[in-house]
């Protein structure tokens, strides 16, 4: 076991993960229209609230749900932002129901439905479905993106002691250096560093509750539910631990639901577990959970200090290109990783008819729209996936497997 880190090494590590997730936890409510120091703040509480409840034990950062962002911004349009509030809250509650329900059926079947022949192809999903992101966002200045990730690379690779542990932010800082050099910082973003007031409340709103923002903001929960159980196995991969069992996916379900409604209720945007965070564990093999209660600790500051906000706001999409490139790819090849692991065979046909399936469908932008009376879902990317590979793996027969073998006898299982 290695030894624990000193405080100042968690400072800095806990602040890396904060500039991990801000990109993304940012962006959704400027989609939504919803306040950004808001969602910073609610971000940082989601994540301290769901670590408690978990027992201290889940290296998990919770931040803004791209999956709520059509029905918030239909429900903000109709309804307003108290409605948005209280629909996202009902949603959070949903996630106590599913805690209950699993707790009922039992851990061993979730984890008979999510084998790694499942969990590994949808692991992969999770990674790749958020290439585009990266290469869109490192394509509006590929130099800015080369700096960021070459120096995310060399440092990971010869850096020793504490800069080995935090390539991501040197890799930022360099990014960000070279664009202020270059003059690739907008003047308004810097106008807007200046201007902005060191500490400052964010703009909270209470929640009041509609039945028409709760039929349409709930069942998104449905979606969530299943991209919350690929994101606790992946976290779970990358740590070396099987969260699933400890602390149990109840009480994750359960810690996220929390979560998600304590977010809901300040005004801010539903929590999810995030990605880019386990992108960074897997990076820096760092995986105390206390960094990531730091990095926590920082977001709601962010959220108190409008200045500081506006320096993260104004890092050029090529520097965060840069650095997402390396993350999410990360991410993917932990899914490769658990498929090498479980020694997959590809000889045979079922095998690769349950990881093709999982692949193209999750990675090609299907989209399948799904109906319960007045609610409209849409099921695509990793809960796509995710439930084709369930079926697929369920319906297809071991037959298949064992005439293989009848008639290639020295192939292995």
């Known amino acids: 076991m290695s030894p624990p880190l000193p405080p100042q090494k968690k400072v800095v590590l806990g602040l890396q993960h904060t500039i991990a997730m801000f990109g993304a936890t940012v962006l959704v409510p400027l989609l939504t229209g919803l306040n950004p120091s808001v969602a910073l703040f609610g971000a940082g509480l989601a994540t301290l609230l769901f670590h408690v409840l978990t027992g201290l034990g889940v290296p998990i950062f919770l931040g803004s749900s791209f999956a709520f962002i059509a029905p918030v911004i239909a429900v903000l349009k109709a309804e307003g932002l108290a409605a948005v509030g209280g629909g996202l809250v009902a949603a959070g509650a949903m996630y106590l129901v599913f805690s209950a329900l699993v707790k009922a059926v039992g851990i061993q079947l979730v984890q008979r439905i999510f084998p790694p022949i499942v969990t590994g192809p949808v692991i992969i999903v999770i990674g790749l479905s958020l290439a585009n992101v990266a290469v869109n966002q490192a394509q509006s200045h590929w130099g800015l993106a080369f700096v960021t990730l070459m120096a995310a690379i060399l440092t990971s690779v010869f850096a020793r002691g504490l800069f080995k542990m935090i390539p991501i932010l040197i890799a930022v800082i360099a990014g960000y250096v070279t664009a202020l050099v270059l003059g690739a910082v907008e003047p308004a973003r810097l106008d807007a560093i200046r201007d902005a007031a060191w500490v400052g409340l964010p703009p909270f709103h209470a929640p009041s509750f509609s039945w028409t923002a709760i039929f349409v903001l709930a069942p998104v929960a449905l979606v969530t539910f299943i991209e919350h159980i690929g994101d606790v196995i992946v976290n779970g991969r990358v740590v070396g631990k099987?969260?699933?069992?400890?602390?149990?996916?109840?009480?994750?379900?359960?810690?996220?639901?929390?979560?998600?409604?304590?977010?809901?209720?300040?005004?801010?945007?539903?929590?999810?577990?995030?990605?880019?965070?386990?992108?960074?564990?897997?990076?820096?093999?760092?995986?105390?959970?206390?960094?990531?209660?730091?990095?926590?600790?920082?977001?709601?500051?962010?959220?108190?200090?409008?200045?500081?906000?506006?320096?993260?706001?104004?890092?050029?999409?090529?520097?965060?290109?840069?650095?997402?490139?390396?993350?999410?790819?990360?991410?993917?090849?932990?899914?490769?990783?658990?498929?090498?692991?479980?020694?997959?065979?590809?000889?045979?046909?079922?095998?690769?008819?349950?990881?093709?399936?999982?692949?193209?469908?999750?990675?090609?932008?299907?989209?399948?729209?799904?109906?319960?009376?007045?609610?409209?879902?849409?099921?695509?990317?990793?809960?796509?996936?995710?439930?084709?590979?369930?079926?697929?793996?369920?319906?297809?027969?071991?037959?298949?497997?064992?005439?293989?073998?009848?008639?290639?006898?020295?192939?292995?299982?």
Request: proline share 5%.
């Open 242 to 413: 099987n969260f699933l069992e400890h602390p149990g996916l109840p009480r994750t379900l359960f810690a996220d639901g929390i979560a998600n409604m304590a977010s809901a209720v300040l005004g801010g945007p539903a929590a999810t577990t995030y990605a880019e965070n386990t992108g960074v564990l897997a990076v820096t093999r760092v995986y105390d959970p206390a960094v990531l209660r730091i990095a926590a600790g920082f977001a709601m500051l962010f959220g108190l200090s409008p200045k500081l906000a506006a320096v993260f706001q104004s890092f050029p999409a090529g520097v965060l290109g840069g650095v997402s490139i390396l993350l999410f790819g990360m991410i993917a090849s932990v899914g490769i990783r658990t498929l090498s692991e479980a020694r997959i065979d590809f000889a045979h046909s079922r095998n690769l008819i349950v990881v093709s399936l999982i692949l193209v469908l999750g990675l090609g932008g299907a989209k399948i729209p799904v109906t319960l009376g007045e609610v409209h879902l849409e099921l695509h990317g990793m809960a796509l996936a995710a439930l084709v590979g369930i079926l697929a793996n369920a319906l297809l027969p071991a037959s298949l497997d064992r005439e293989e073998v009848d008639a290639h006898p020295t192939s292995e299982k």
